[in-house]
């Protein structure tokens, strides 16, 4: 919780320029691009002290312009999407500036461009997706190099940091601080070389190091205060509050909170207020006063609503879930659990992580480069003739070998990467964690026979799973074994609402035809929870395996409510393969598990199709599976 509080100022100075405060909007009199040209200036000026007003200039804009006038259609987007952003409206203010973007990277603007890459990666940063916020920091401190703009380079360097802080990569924080440290100290920006100083108070705090977080704190503050900067003031303060209660000096704790809500409140900034009243829960949960708590973490969640801090919205409803339970309100405390695992898993995807680990791994890499650098550098006068030749046929060979390693480690990475999708795939986390979600329903309700079945019926199917989920192919009564336990198990979730069936054809032998394991349980999974089975009083689910020629067709359906709405979003066609532009991560691991499984084949692969039964007439989904025939003794 300590990271959530420099970003949201920091991007305040690349946002948008400040000017004077009394500005003249006296554009009515030029015409043309003139018009154009001194609304943009108008606009860029005031966005922040009047936001409603630069609102009402870019919306002019984009009515004048023409066409082919696509710098200033850029540039209204990007007022729109400023004073969305100081409007505290962030969702929207992304969209503009993504929409600015389209226009902009087609104009000659380095630096507004710039600009528009730093504010949505703020934005991605607000909705705690730090693969995109750091991919567009990295296109913004391109264009600042490029630009020869050292502010917007530290800035970009800060903010990076802070997101490796959030993955809690601290050497690679500390060495991007330090990079922009060293360029605002040159520059004599003593808000910049204060801002550094407090995350790095939180960095230290962090990692329990009290006495230098403390240090950097009062190093922040008094700057602050010098510069009569009241919203860093504020998020001093509650960085304190957070200091204060993990070191049990309660009082001063709640001093330090209030008076940064105060502040906070007196600004109108909800992204602040958000962090003083979880930082106020977490000091009553502290004190053992959980009531008090509760209703602090609802305050920020209320508040939340209207902000869209995801990650700040994670830690909220896992300590609000917390409170809850101790308080006995065990109903809330599952439910507030559940909305929290969900949250988390959209947050920590391997995805998510990806352009984060790329970076590491870089930093490591030019590290040791610098290390061997300096090493060769003191001992350069004793090496420079001694075995010149010996070392350059060691260099080559030493670059050849770890060139064949590295390709071989990347070709196993990619592979066990795929297996462990596949693996999650099959028994998604949402999965278990709502099973054992339902489990401990049971027990606090008292359930006991409830509570036995389902943990046996799903120690029986993790069981199945183990063992099934390493094998490329298993037999039809195994499959069957699988999905009875997991259909099973799912319709209890939902209260026993839905029927199943899962049909054999006669002229199949169930212990002699081999299929790939749970290719159907994505799909079952998605009927059930987007399907909105349970919601229908004849929900329905049908498993057929029919035998066609030398074929064996897996046929999954439901009567739930069809996928014709996301067709579109979902990058999947009528009567076609799932496309790259798939957005599902069920059906696109189904789709890489196909294509490792046809894999130098031909004419004899498996082929999937997806149907909205809307075209049959009636409503749900329709998949199939064309699965060449297989048996054991093949």
């Not at 801002?195 to 977080?213: K, M, R, S, T, W």
């Not at 969900?342 to 998510?352: A, F, P, R």
């Not at 212990?511 to 349980?521: C, D, G, R, T, V």
């Not at 790259?580 to 499984?597: G, M, N, Q, Y």
Request: proline share 1%; hydrophobic share 35%; with cysteine.
């Amino acid at each position: 919780m300590f990271y959530r509080l420099y970003l949201a100022f920091c991007l305040l100075n690349l946002v948008s320029a400040v000017a004077e405060n009394n500005i003249n909007p006296a554009f009515d009199k030029t015409e043309g691009e003139q018009k154009l040209e001194e609304m943009q200036r108008i606009g860029l000026q005031i966005v922040s002290e009047n936001p409603d007003r630069a609102d009402s200039i870019a919306h002019q804009m984009l009515a004048l312009s023409n066409d082919d006038q696509i710098k200033y259609k850029g540039i209204a987007y990007y007022i729109l999407g400023d004073a969305e952003y100081y409007r505290e409206d962030y969702n929207l203010a992304l969209q503009h500036y993504i929409q600015a973007q389209s226009y902009l990277e087609q104009s000659s603007d380095s630096a507004i461009l710039s600009g528009n890459y730093s504010n949505i990666a703020l934005m991605y940063y607000y909705k705690a997706n730090y693969s995109t916020s750091l991919s567009f920091y990295e296109k913004c401190f391109a264009l600042e190099t490029q630009l020869n703009d050292s502010l917007g380079m530290a800035k970009s360097l800060q903010n990076m940091g802070l997101i490796f802080g959030n993955s809690k990569k601290f050497e690679m924080q500390q060495s991007y601080y330090k990079r922009a440290l060293e360029i605002y100290r040159k520059m004599s920006d003593k808000r910049s070389v204060a801002d550094i100083a407090l995350n790095l108070g939180v960095a230290f705090v962090f990692q329990e190091d009290y006495d230098q977080g403390w240090i950097y704190y009062q190093e922040a503050l008094k700057t602050y205060r010098e510069l009569n900067d009241s919203n860093r003031i504020a998020s001093v303060q509650t960085n304190i509050g957070y200091f204060h209660t993990k070191v049990k000096n309660y009082e001063k704790a709640f001093d330090f909170f209030n008076s940064a809500i105060s502040i906070f409140k007196s600004l109108d900034k909800k992204s602040g207020l958000i962090n003083a009243y979880t930082g106020l829960g977490d000091l009553y949960a502290a004190m053992g006063q959980r009531n008090q708590a509760v209703e602090m973490y609802q305050i920020c969640e209320s508040i939340n609503q209207e902000v869209g801090l995801l990650d700040i919205q994670r830690d909220n409803l896992l300590s609000l879930s917390t409170a809850y339970k101790e308080i006995g309100d065990n109903i809330n405390a599952l439910r507030v659990y559940e909305e929290y695992n969900l949250i988390k898993d959209s947050i920590y995807t391997m995805n998510q992580l990806d352009k984060i680990l790329e970076l590491e791994n870089r930093f490591k890499f030019q590290k040791s480069q610098n290390e061997v650098a300096e090493l060769k550098a003191r001992n350069r006068l004793y090496l420079i003739f001694f075995l010149l030749g010996a070392f350059l046929v060691i260099c080559t060979g030493v670059f050849m070998l770890l060139y064949l390693r590295d390709r071989r480690m990347k070709e196993n990475h990619r592979v066990l990467s795929l297996e462990q999708k596949v693996l999650r795939t099959q028994m998604n986390p949402h999965f278990i964690f709502n099973s054992l979600s339902t489990i401990q329903y049971y027990i606090l309700e008292n359930k006991v026979m409830d509570a036995v079945d389902f943990l046996a019926d799903f120690a029986g199917l993790m069981r199945l799973v183990l063992q099934y989920s390493q094998e490329e192919f298993i037999t039809l009564d195994r499959e069957r074994e699988i999905l009875e336990y997991y259909i099973k198990l799912q319709n209890k979730r939902f209260g026993d609402k839905v029927s199943y069936e899962i049909i054999i054809d006669k002229e199949l032998s169930d212990n002699k035809i081999m299929i790939p394991p749970m290719l159907a349980q994505p799909f079952i999974e998605n009927s059930f929870e987007h399907g909105e089975l349970s919601k229908k009083d004849d929900g329905h689910i049908s498993v057929r395996f029919e035998k066609n020629d030398n074929k064996l067709i897996y046929i999954i359906e439901d009567n739930g409510i069809g996928i014709s709405k996301k067709r579109k979003d979902e990058g999947v066609e009528e009567d076609s393969e799932i496309t790259k532009k798939h957005k599902s991560l069920a059906l696109k691991i189904t789709a890489e598990r196909l294509k490792l499984i046809n894999f130098g084949k031909s004419g004899s692969s498996i082929d999937l199709k997806v149907h909205d039964r809307s075209q049959y007439g009636t409503c749900g989904t329709r998949v199939q599976f064309t699965i060449p025939l297989k048996t054991m003794s093949n």
